[in-house]
């Protein structure tokens, strides 16, 4: 089953900062592109859950580790593990690297902790178990060990 | 009634951008901020509006003259006018200024129209009068000519 | 010579708001994606320019008109076509178009007024005649007339 | 010597998402003005450093892990604690805590790893010691525990 997901992107300018890098929190916004594109891949989707109720899968803890920066036009690859699944949670492991002449370099990795959760009746938000036929299709893959 | 409203602010370095200035998109999410205090002194929330059916103000026509740049750590003002009052829109007149030891400078001009619209029965959204206890607290101003 | 220039973009989570629409703010963020595209279409980026000085292009005037919304994982069209080349300035107009099985459906109406500009010896920027390499290489397209 | 330091402020709209809360991304920015203010509190800049050659303090490291939503209009209060101190580097605890008439509830708790470099004369960064005006002014302070 597909655990694995890669997207790629090149950096805007409105996405760097007057260090003349990307702003350390747009990593955070590049993680839940490639984690959506990765739900979409499964289909499904946040934004059109067919599940009744629907689920979504806010995250409960978000960390980067940066190593290298990414400027203005760089293009880049994204490529989203699940490394541990739970009866309610995902963890995701994010790889950040540059694409250059000579081949992918890292630069940033990611982690996402996300918990299953549905609208309760009296309207607030409570965790439930992933749906079957969502968890049924992801399979955990093993972390990429860190660089030595 | 009060139809001025004023509010400082210091930028941000995630604001900024590699040229090393303000990202002009940012001046539309100051506006913003500037109009939905306006709002609050009226008494009024887009978020916690107590009409029913509750009513919103989207914009149809934002705008921005830039004559000078913000930097990381300026403080500025955001001084908003309310310049035209139509029966389901208003038109709002923005003047940014940085603070500097010799007084206020002027550095940006925005202009927002929003119009007045709540959700329909049928989900979709539609044009309504604004509500008579927000109108009748707003009293148009004469935006300020620009710059010699 | 090429002087309309389309890019393809997907709605990022990050960029809706509470309003479950794309945040009026981050068209300005797209028109420069689409500008900086057509840009490096002619060979030239803001980031990497060659010449001596370098120029850059900071805008003067932003304006978007909106007709419909954008929400989450929409794919919509950005069509840029430079409506006005003077000796130190361009003026480009952005057409947002949402991509639908019906065909694109026009959602928004954007317009940049961008100078050109370089750093002077005393560190203060300066306005000044657009590099013929690459004003040679903008011929002017009619605007889009608005839809009736 | 002061190594705590607290910054107020209120969600913007833009602040906000489809799911009617604060982006997790902008919590990585709110962590960036509380910091930028404790730097201010202790006469130091990024932007305006008189150190030579001015240094900066990128992130190696950010995480955040959440326990309850903001959204729009909520105030909320940000205390940054210094957790660690190295010759090189300074670890920030900081913890977000939502304003209500009941007082101040958590909501987040976020960490930045920070490394003090500068620009080598071949252009590259590289990590040098925290100077000393600025390392002298910090104590550590005992990391908040975690809530039951």
Known sequence: MPCEFTARRRVEFSETDMAG?????????????????????????????RHDPPVGFPRVHASCDYSRPLRFEDEFEMHLRVIEKKVKSLTHQIIFSKITPAGAVEVARGKLIVVCVTTKSDGSMGAVPIPADIASRIEVTTPLPSPA
């Open 21 to 49: 890098i990307v702003h350390y929190s747009n990593f955070f916004r590049y993680m839940e592109t490639v984690e959506h594109g990765f739900y979409r891949s499964l289909g499904f989707s946040v934004a059109h859950d």
